[in-house]
């Protein structure tokens, strides 16, 4: 059943646990059961599409997770995105109710802009973790995703959250030694040159303190944005 599962051989897969549905509760050591591993396997094509019908036909949840931590969950569309990273069984799982939520940090990590803008454009909490301060702009900044990061930015992600330790979008790559330009791009959409960290300091002015004009310039840029932002 494992193997015409992830090869998506709906039909087998049907009558299969039609013969034995004793085999529809089956999970691995991970608690992933049938869906999740269909979701995970990569697959552009029909098959994938009837297969999780099939699966979901016998009763397997649209969004029961194969594991959890704290609130987050590995939902079927999870395993999609993040595995088997196929935006037609995406859409169509989203089409049929599932939750959005859970998925942009995969989305972001795997640098999957068409993956980003379709779990937004779905519901999808972009500020998500906000409030244990790892949202996933922070999450493609510490990860260089900038791609990814453009694409949030321009969805509306906050230019300005904070990660658990105070520090922006902007300290973060201050302490990464991002290039210039990616301090244009958080200009570009507003960010706050002026927001100080937890000791203080703004990334205005750390920038103004490097000796490549490039990033005295960007401090500039995000100096002229934080201004236009004031009431």
């Given at each position: 059943?494992?193997?015409?599962?992830?090869?998506?051989?709906?039909?087998?897969?049907?009558?299969?646990?039609?013969?034995?549905?004793?085999?529809?509760?089956?999970?691995?050591?991970?608690?992933?059961?049938?869906?999740?591993?269909?979701?995970?396997?990569?697959?552009?094509?029909?098959?994938?599409?009837?297969?999780?019908?099939?699966l979901l036909a016998v009763g397997l949840g649209l969004n029961d997770p194969a594991f959890t931590e704290g609130a987050w969950r590995a939902t079927p569309l999870w395993h999609v995105i993040s595995r088997g990273r196929s935006v037609k069984l995406?859409?169509?799982?989203?089409?049929?109710?599932?939750?959005?939520?859970?998925?942009?940090?995969?989305?972001?990590?795997?640098?999957?802009?068409?993956?980003?803008?379709?779990?937004?454009a779905n519901g999808a909490d972009i500020e998500e973790g906000a409030d244990r301060g790892d949202t996933p702009l922070l999450g493609a900044v510490s990860w260089s995703r900038f791609g990814a990061a453009e694409t949030l930015l321009k969805a509306g992600a906050n230019p300005d959250a904070r990660n658990a330790k105070g520090e922006t979008a902007l300290h973060m790559m201050l302490r990464k030694?991002?290039?210039?330009?990616?301090?244009?791009?958080?200009?570009?959409?507003?960010?706050?040159?002026?927001?100080?960290?937890?000791?203080?300091?703004?990334?205005?002015?750390?920038?103004?303190?490097?000796?490549?004009?490039?990033?005295?310039?960007?401090?500039?840029?995000?100096s002229a944005a934080g201004r236009a932002r004031e009431p």
């Open positions: 059943m494992r193997e015409a599962v992830r090869a998506h051989r709906w039909r087998e897969v049907a009558e299969g646990l039609a013969r034995r549905p004793d085999l529809i509760g089956v999970v691995d050591e991970r608690g992933r059961n049938w869906l999740h591993l269909a979701c995970m396997t990569p697959g552009e094509d029909e098959a994938s599409l009837r297969t999780a019908d099939v995406a859409q169509h799982l989203l089409a049929l109710g599932a939750d959005p939520d859970y998925c942009l940090f995969a989305a972001v990590w795997n640098d999957d802009h068409a993956a980003i803008r379709l779990l937004i030694g991002s290039a210039p330009e990616h301090f244009g791009l958080f200009a570009r959409h507003g960010a706050r040159g002026d927001m100080p960290d937890a000791g203080g300091r703004t990334a205005a002015d750390l920038l103004r303190r490097k000796r490549d004009p490039a990033y005295r310039a960007a401090a500039e840029r995000l």
